[in-house]
């Protein structure tokens, strides 16, 4: 069964208003999850490392005012993208790992309209 | 250049046939290697880790060749299931912080 949840995995909001998307890792405490993002026939692409307890780490060139990144528990991290704009529509997916193999959630098909 | 490179593909393979294909890397510190694969609007699953004498699973064989840092991966007596993306990831260090080739895209036709 699945380690790691995404919610929700569909979402389709206006253009202007904010998206909470969650992530859960199930049977086991994720210190760090991770935030990619996926356009059409692309690869994943790191947006952000999420750590508990403390800040988020950005990558290069993603506005960590615009993707909020909260991971207040060992299970939970979330990732809000605030002031959404049609560009922002992408599959975005977290990951968590547990030893060397990273897990992901279901992934969460954003369409911004 | 990109930290890890794939072939995009698409490789047209006939059922029961054979197809390799190879990804490279520019971090020679890297330390852990794997192939993922992705369905279609899927989040990736892991296939394989790719370990330094090889090793198969199956039908699936995996390489790595730190001299020239490549890996590959090759698949025996394809399956129409298998076509799938195929994405070479590799891991720098520890903490499963995950650089992801573009995906190598595999076809197979019966």
């Known amino acids: 069964g699945a380690v790691v949840s995404q919610h929700p995995s569909r979402v389709i909001c206006k253009s202007g208003t904010s998206v909470k998307i969650e992530c859960r890792s199930l049977?086991?405490?994720?210190?760090?999850m991770f935030w990619y993002r996926q356009f059409p026939k692309q690869s994943l692409m790191l947006m952000a490392t999420s750590n508990e307890g403390s800040k988020a780490t950005y990558e290069q060139g993603v506005e960590k005012d615009k993707f909020l990144i909260n991971h207040a528990s060992l299970t939970l991290s979330t990732l809000t993208v605030t002031s959404a704009h049609p560009e922002d529509s992408s599959f975005y997916i977290c990951s968590a790992g547990r030893t060397v193999e990273a897990f992901f959630g279901q992934g969460t098909r954003l369409t911004v309209v | 250049r990109k930290e890890v490179e794939q072939d995009p593909g698409p490789f047209n393979v006939p059922e029961g046939a054979t197809v390799a294909f190879n990804c490279t890397y520019s971090?020679?510190?890297?330390?852990?290697f794997f192939w993922y694969r992705q369905d279609c609007r899927k989040e990736p699953k892991l296939l394989m880790s790719v370990y330094s004498s090889g090793n198969e699973d199956g039908r699936f064989t995996a390489q790595l060749n730190r001299a020239s840092q490549y890996i590959s991966l090759l698949i025996r007596d394809s399956k129409l299931s298998d076509s799938a993306t195929y994405l070479c990831?590799?891991?720098?260090?520890?903490?499963?912080?995950?650089?992801f080739g573009g995906g190598t895209r595999v076809l197979v036709k019966p």
């Open positions: 971090n020679s510190a890297s330390q852990s």
């Open positions: 990831v590799v891991n720098v260090a520890a903490g499963n912080k995950l650089t």
């Open positions: 049977d086991f405490q994720a210190t760090t």
